[in-house]
C-alpha cells in the first residue's frame, strides 16, 4: 500500500528531508544524500566567489534538480525582509521553482526561530506565490497562525538546531500534530537514529535533518540508519503500539500445557 | 569610470558597462547564479540588455550546502 508524504499536492516516498551542510567534500555530500533516500534536500543561498576556483563544480551540478527536489532555506537570515530577498533570489536560481524553506532565526547562538519575523515573512510570501515549508519553535499556536496564512507544512524543532538533544517536548509536538491539516516534519534537533523513529512513532509526517548525519562519524553509514529509523518509525506508528503498562497478568507463551512441577 | 558594489565590495567599471559585460568580467559567465539589482531581482534574460549606473548594489548568489 502506498504511505506517501504530500506536500503541497505532491506526493514524495521518502519520509526524511535532508540537508547538504558540513559535509567534507562534495563527493561525501553525494553519497550520503544517496544513502538516506531523501527526495527532498535544502540548500543554502549565499554571494557567488567572484572570479575563485573558476573550475569548481557546483552543488546543483553534484545534486541536479532534475534528480532531487532542492528546497532553498534561508538559514542565516535574521529578518522577514533577509528571507523574502533570499527566496526570491532562490526562485530566480531555480527557474521558477516556488517550494521553499522559510526560517528566520532569532539569535546566532541559539539560534532559535523568531516567530514574529517568521509570520510576516510567510505572509509575503505566501501572497507572492511562493510554497513555503516553515521552520518554528513547538509553540501551537504559532504552529496553527503558520498554517492559516498558507504555508504547506509546518516544520517544528525538536530541539536547537545543530544540538543533537533529541525530542525535547513530545507533548508539545502532539499539540502541533492534532491542529494541523498540513504535513507536520520534525526539523532541527535530532541526533542519532532512535530520536527520528521516536519522532515518526509520535505521528510527524516526517523529519528533516542535517548535522546528525554529516556530524557522525560516519556520515554515509548514518544516513542510511536514519533512513532505516524513519522507516521503521514510521510503520511502527501506523502498526499501532501496545499499551503500556506497569506488569502483565499474561505471558506470551501458553499457560496450559506445562510439565508437571517437581516443586511441591 | 562608474563605482558599483558587488557582493559587498565596491568595483570600478568603464561607463556603459551591462550586467553580462560586468559577469563576463567576474568569471561568472555560464555559471548558475541569480542577481539582484538595488534589492530588485533582476531576471537573467535582462543581463545583456542592463546597463549598470553609478551607486549600483549587486548582489550575485549560487547554491551552497546548508540545513
Known sequence: MDDNLIIAGKKYSSRLLVGTGKYKDFNETRAAVEASGAEIITIAIRRSNIGQNPGEPSLLEILPPSKYTLLPNTAGCYSADDAVRTLRLARELLDGHSLVKLEVLGDPQSLYPNVIETIAAAKTLVA??????????DDPIVAKQLEDIGCVAIMPLASLIGSGMGILNPWNLQLIMERAQVPVIVDAGVGTASDAAIAMELGCDGVLM??????????????????????????????????????????????????????? | MITVSINGSSHRL?????????????????????????????????FASQQLEDGDTLEVVTAVGGG
Open chain 2, 14 to 46: 568603464p561607463d556603459s558597462t551591462c550586467v553580462a559585460a560586468m559577469l563576463e568580467e567576474m568569471g561568472l559567465t555560464g555559471k548558475r547564479i541569480a542577481l539582484e539589482r538595488n534589492g530588485e531581482i533582476l531576471p537573467r534574460s535582462l
Open chain 1, 128 to 137: 507572492d506565490g511562493f510554497q513555503v515549508m516553515v521552520y518554528t519553535s
Open chain 1, 210 to 264: 542535517n548535522t546528525a548525519i554529516a556530524g557522525a562519524q560516519l556520515p554515509v553509514l548514518m544516513a542510511s540508519a536514519m533512513r532505516q529509523a524513519v522507516e521503521a518509525g514510521r510503520s511502527a506508528y501506523k502498526a499501532g503500539r501496545m499499551p503500556k503498562k506497569l506488569y502483565s497478568a499474561s505471558p506470551s507463551s501458553p499457560t496450559a500445557g506445562i510439565i508437571a512441577s517437581t516443586r511441591g
